[in-house]
C-alpha cells in the first residue's frame, strides 16, 4: 500500500491522534492511514515539502507505536528478537534495525533507543504495531524482561528541517549541540518532560520528542509559537513522503514487505550475523546472505513532469524487468523519481530504461540513491 492511501473498500473505525483536534482547528484535509485519521496536507504540500528543506516543518507523528522493553535481560531478548545487535547500543543511543519472521521476511523496520542500561523503546510503524508488540511478547518467553506497548499513552511530534535546532532551542534548556544523530536525551520543554530525539525519516537534520498523550497539544502550541519567526509550518503525510523519497528511505509496504529480507531490499548491513547467540530468522537469513538477488532496489531519474507511480512496470524494451515501488515528482530536484526493484543486470547506475505510465512509456534512469543529500 502506499503511503498515502485509503484502506480499499472498507469503512472500519479510524483511530484519532491526540492532536485531531488541533489539526481540524488548522484545516488539515485528512487520511485513513494504517487505520489512523491524519492529516495529509494542510494548505499545499509542495510548501510544507520546501519549508522542511529550507526551514522547518512540524509533524504529527502519534501513529507510530511505542513499546518498551525492560528487565536484566531485556538487551538479550532485543538480540534474539531483532536482527541488529541491540546489546551494543549504550545508553542515550538508537540504532535502525528490523524484525523478520523465521523465513527471513520483514516484519516491519523499526528504530530502537537504549533509554538505561536495563530499558529499550522499540519505535514500530503503524501499519505493524499489533505484529510487532505480538511478536515481541512471544519472543520475550524465557528472558527475564517484560514487553509493555505504551502506544496509547504516547504522542510523538517531529520537528524537521536546517532550523529545526532553532526552534527547539527556543524552549528547551537540553544541551541539543552535544546531541548526535540518533542519540535520545529526557528533555524539558517549558515544563513537559518528554523524550528528545535527534532522528527523523526526512533527510533533513531534525528532532523527535516522545510526550505524554495528554500533553502533545500543549507542546505542539508551544513549538508552533517558538517556530514561527524560523517559518515553522505544520506539515501531513503527503509532503513527508515526498521528503523521505528523495532521501531514498524505504517504507513498509511499499520497498519493505514480508516477501522481501533485508538482503533483497538492499538492507543486509542490517542483519549482524556476529552477535553472539542466535536470533529469529537467522538460519534462513544466512543461506539468503549466499544467494544471488534477482531483483535490486534501485533509484531511477524520469525526464518531464510523468512521475512514476507505485506498480508501474518498468521496461527494457519491450521487456517488464521490474516494478515501482514509490515514486513522485521531486519538489526539490525538479524532476520525477522514483524507486523501484530490478532486475540485477539492469541496475547499474547509468542504465536507460523506460516506465509505462498509463500506456504511455516514459523513459527513466538508473541513479544511485539517495536523490537528495542535504550540504
Sequence with gaps: MSALSARDNERLPVTETPLHQVHQD??????????????????????????????????????????HVRGAQAADVLDYALVGNLSGVKPGRARYTMICDADGGVLDDLVVYRLADEEYLVVANAGNATVVADALAERVA??????????????????????????LAAVTDADLGALKYYASVPAVVKGHEILLARTG?????????????????????LLTEAGEEHRLVPCGLACRDTLRLEAGMPLYGNELSRELNPFAAGLGRVVKFEKPGDFVGRAALEELAKADVPRVRVGLRGTGRRAPRHGYAVLSGDATIGE???????????????????????????????????????????VALPFYSRA
Design 142 to 167: 524465557g528472558f527475564d524482561a517484560v514487553v509493555e506497548n505504551r502506544s496509547a499513552d504516547t504522542a510523538l511530534i517531529a520537528v524537521q528541517g536546517p532550523k529545526a535546532v532553532d526552534v
Design 324 to 366: 515501482i515501488t514509490s515514486g513522485a515528482l521531486s519538489p526539490t530536484l525538479g524532476y520525477p523519481i522514483a524507486m523501484a526493484y530490478v532486475d540485477r543486470e539492469h541496475a547499474e547506475p547509468g542504465t536507460a530504461l523506460s516506465v509505462d505510465i498509463r500506456g504511455r512509456v516514459e523513459p527513466v534512469e538508473v
Design 26 to 67: 488548522l484545516g488539515a484535509l485528512f487520511t485513513d492511514f494504517a487505520g489512523w485519521s491524519m492529516p495529509v496536507r494542510y494548505a499545499s504540500e509542495l510548501a510544507e515539502h520546501k519549508a522542511v528543506r529550507e526551514a522547518a516543518g512540524l509533524f504529527d507523528l502519534s501513529h507510530m507505536a511505542e513499546i
Design 201 to 221: 525519516y526526512t533527510g533533513e537534520d531534525g528532532f523527535e520528542l516522545f510526550v505524554p498523550a495528554a500533553e502533545a497539544p500543549a507542546l505542539w502550541r
